[in-house]
Nanobody, 123 residues
Framework: VQLQASGGGLVQAGGSLRLSCAAS????????MAWFRQAPGKEREFVAY????????YYGDSVKGRFTISKANLKNTVYLQMNSLKPEDTAVYYC?????????????????WGQGTLVTVSS
């Protein structure tokens, strides 16, 4: 059972990237999923959340209107579309899974994490 994040890279400010989180050994349609990020020297920050049904979406204040989370159940994958990227979006991005009902924006609510993918936004 694992989550595999990919799609990170180097992009100029104002550009776009799409991150993917491929699940194996589990079915993403049954779980709430989220993306977090962590910049050097900073705490892990909530980015976006999607409920198991896809009917509830939440975003961190710093990414609202620029990032979109989605899931493709047939591909067993969760995506994070990131537009209008800023240098302050530079971080390692992690996907995560939770099976409970604890606070969606807290990293402590998630039981399974992907390995992270680095996003670097140049100015």
């Amino acid at each position: 059972v694992q989550l595999q994040a990919s799609g990170g890279g180097l992009v100029q400010a104002g550009g776009s990237l799409r991150l993917s989180c491929a699940a194996s050994g589990l079915t993403v349609s049954r779980y709430d999923m989220a993306w977090f990020r962590q910049a050097p020297g900073k705490e892990r920050e909530f980015v976006a959340y999607i409920s198991w049904s896809g009917g509830r979406l939440y975003y961190g204040d710093s990414v609202k209107g620029r990032f979109t989370i989605s899931k493709a159940n047939l591909k067993n994958t969760v995506y994070l579309q990131m537009n209008s990227l800023k240098p302050e979006d530079t971080a390692v991005y992690y996907c995560a899974l939770r099976s409970g009902t604890m606070v969606a924006s807290s990293p402590r609510s998630y039981e399974l994490w992907g390995q992270g993918t680095l996003v670097t936004v140049s100015s």
